[in-house]
């Protein structure tokens, strides 16, 4: 991987949180989607990037545009978005190149989050073998500073919607010692950000959700 993207990551990162005597920059730094082959649809909780952006922009003052960004997995184009969000339900295929893409990104200073919108889980475990060969998901503690953040979460993930009587659980992929991957399952976090009407979740479950997401935003932009 060559130093100009992982400096450009680091930039847009920095750029994220940038303001100049209490008044905020323009915004230029878009959330990202991640797009992938294999007939899943990468495409749901369409509304979730712009409400969670909305939402870190009114509550911890990130300076996000509110409209997201499709990214391929194989794309460069991946590397001027410092966040990538995952989801869908079904199948996920990376090819020999895409696998090698996303591997260099994350390590470069990027950050995954992968949501299971219910019934990906074997498939992304499958997938992101591909990309790290050696590395295992493991449970994030719930002492990580991902938990710990603007908003403090002791028990680890909220949960949003009910699907086998599970708990939330949140897995992480960590290189050199960083958390470069963090996966949600059995919790719908992106579900939670979505537009109101469309689940009608309790408010005070959507506004965990979003906090959390809000940690997962100040975790990856501020490089921890």
């Not at 339900?89 to 895409?98: P, T």
């Not at 992101?128 to 503690?141: D, R």
Request: one cysteine or more.
């Amino acid at each position: 991987m060559s130093l100009g993207k992982a400096i450009l990551i680091t930039f847009l990162c920095m750029g994220c949180f940038q303001f100049n005597n209490g008044n905020a920059q323009a915004p230029s730094i878009q959330l990202a989607r991640l797009k992938y082959s294999g007939g899943g649809d990468w495409y749901s909780s369409k509304t979730a990037l712009k409400n969670l952006a909305k939402f870190c922009n009114s509550k911890i003052k990130t300076n996000l545009r509110d409209d997201e960004v499709i990214v391929e997995v194989g794309s460069e184009q991946i590397y001027n978005f410092p966040f990538v969000f995952m989801t869908g339900h079904g199948n996920i295929i990376f090819n020999e190149s895409e696998s090698l893409n996303l591997r260099n990104y994350l390590k470069s200073g990027g950050f995954l989050h992968i949501c299971d919108n219910y019934g990906m889980d074997i498939f992304i475990r499958r997938e992101m073998k591909k990309v790290f060969p050696e590395l295992e998901f493991k449970q994030v503690p719930f002492s990580h500073p991902i938990y710990h953040q603007n908003y403090q979460f002791n028990n680890g993930l909220p949960k949003v919607h009910e699907h086998d009587g599970k708990p939330a659980v949140g897995y992480g992929l960590f290189f050199e010692g960083r958390l470069i991957c963090f996966y949600d399952y059995e919790c719908d976090l992106g579900n939670g950000w979505e537009d109101a009407e469309l689940y009608n979740d309790a408010p005070e479950i959507r506004e965990k959700a979003l906090q959390m997401g809000a940690n997962l935003i100040q975790f990856a932009f501020t490089l921890q």
